[in-house]
Nanobody, 125 residues
Framework: QVQLVESGGGSVQAGGSLRLSCAASGYTYSNYYMGWFRQVPGKEREGVAALYSRSGNTYYVDSVKGRFTISQGNAKNTLLLHMNNLKPEDSAMYYC??????????????????WGQGTQVTVSS
């Protein structure tokens, strides 16, 4: 059974930084897409960043380019999201997600089969 567990959320002031971590267990795909989404109440879940393990390619939504970095952690099956120069509009619940055996559009939540419970990020002005 696949399990994704996020950690690292919190409250920071604008301009600050946070690092989110996602620990995956039971996930056996050797080539995979994993990503980070975020959601605020009343809005659609938004794709923030994704990584394809085979090529190392990374993908970002325009609003976070140059500020966020997605990467694989040193620990096996760990996904990181480094967030710098945070803005109040980055405040959201952040979710780790992983695709199943069939790749899809990285930014579409419908492409992902597995989800974590989320970790809250709050940025104050």
């Amino acid at each position: 059974q696949v399990q994704l567990v996020e950690s690292g959320g919190g409250s920071v002031q604008a301009g600050g930084s946070l690092r989110l971590s996602c620990a995956a267990s039971g996930y056996t795909y050797s080539n995979y897409y994993m990503g980070w989404f975020r959601q605020v109440p009343g809005k659609e879940r938004e794709g923030v960043a994704a990584l394809y393990s085979r090529s190392g390619n990374t993908y970002y939504v325009d609003s976070v380019k140059g500020r966020f970095t997605i990467s694989q952690g040193n620990a096996k099956n760990t996904l990181l999201l480094h967030m710098n120069n945070l803005k109040p509009e980055d405040s959201a619940m952040y979710y780790c997600a992983a695709m199943g055996g069939r790749p899809g559009i990285w930014s579409s939540k419908d492409s992902y089969e597995y989800w974590g419970q989320g970790t809250q990020v709050t940025v104050s002005s």
